[in-house]
């Protein structure tokens, strides 16, 4: 019989245990406990969300069955309208923060550096898109939108389940907080926003989750595209606020739209009307 509460748990144990692990070479070294580590493991690491909720939709107890991740990773689910709003709007709000800091610094609008990531200077182009859409996208989403956000939507309502999502989300990066020189460059004020900005990030992706029809392609490439348009190396730190303010405004406003996404919303119905058991 399917134990969502027990599933739950042991895909954020899993989740937590694969990433890291991974991550441990990172953080060894950071805290001088270690030889130098290649930043690649911050890439494999990502990959535990997606992992933990393939194993665990393989259990008897398990609400979720492997097939509906399947499913939920088939084009066919996906429209030509989701992935034009999964790239066009991380594009645009990339180029209105280049646009504010150009603005800001008095200096012409410049795209140098646009393909290229501040944490893996050695990938460029196609490959910076390729590593952030299957590491950062499918690695994460898969898990968080695809098994844990409907398990935890079985009692709370979409907003509702987008906010408490947020608490194991921040707490799985902490072993970055403490390797990347990225996040330990935000300082406490930082770390707030970064936070906050977990908190829009999930409203934004369960809005856009529950809009895509439960399309997996659809919030990893929209995950995996705002990743690239805030932390491209083009991107100094007053284009980087810009960037956060306009996603807190469209997060707002998806805020209101999860409002409306009742328990139960991402769970198919029975013959009687009553969620399904076991999808």
Known sequence: MPRPRLS???????????????????????????????????LLGSLGPAFAAVLVSLLPFSPIAFRTLLARLSWRRTSLRGLAFAIG?????GLAGL????????SPMSFDGVTRSREFPELTGLMVMAASVLFY?????????????????????????????????????????????????????GLAGWVVSLATGSVMLTYLFHL???????????????????????????????????????????????????????????EDGAPARRI
């Open 8 to 42: 739950l748990f042991v895909f954020y144990l899993l989740a937590f245990a694969l990433s890291w692990t991974v991550w441990y070479p990172l953080v060894a070294f950071r805290l001088g406990y270690g030889p130098p580590a290649s930043a690649g493991f911050h």
């Open 89 to 93: 709007l991380p594009v645009t709000i």
């Open 99 to 106: 646009f504010a800091q150009a603005q800001f610094s008095g």
């Open 137 to 189: 996208g499918f690695g994460e989403e898969i898990g968080w939108r695809g098994y844990a956000l409907p398990v935890i939507n079985r009692r709370l309502d979409g907003l509702s389940s987008a906010l408490v999502m947020t608490l194991p989300w921040a707490l799985w990066h902490i072993p970055l907080l403490l390797s990347s020189p990225t996040y330990q460059s935000l300082g406490m004020a």
């Open 212 to 270: 895509s029809g439960r399309s997996l392609i659809v919030v990893a490439i929209f995950h995996a595209f705002i990743d690239l348009a805030m932390t491209n190396s083009a991107v100094q730190p007053i284009g980087t606020q810009a960037m956060g303010a306009l996603v807190t405004l469209v997060g707002i406003a998806a805020a209101f739209g999860c409002r409306h996404i009742a328990k139960d919303a991402f769970w198919p119905r029975s």
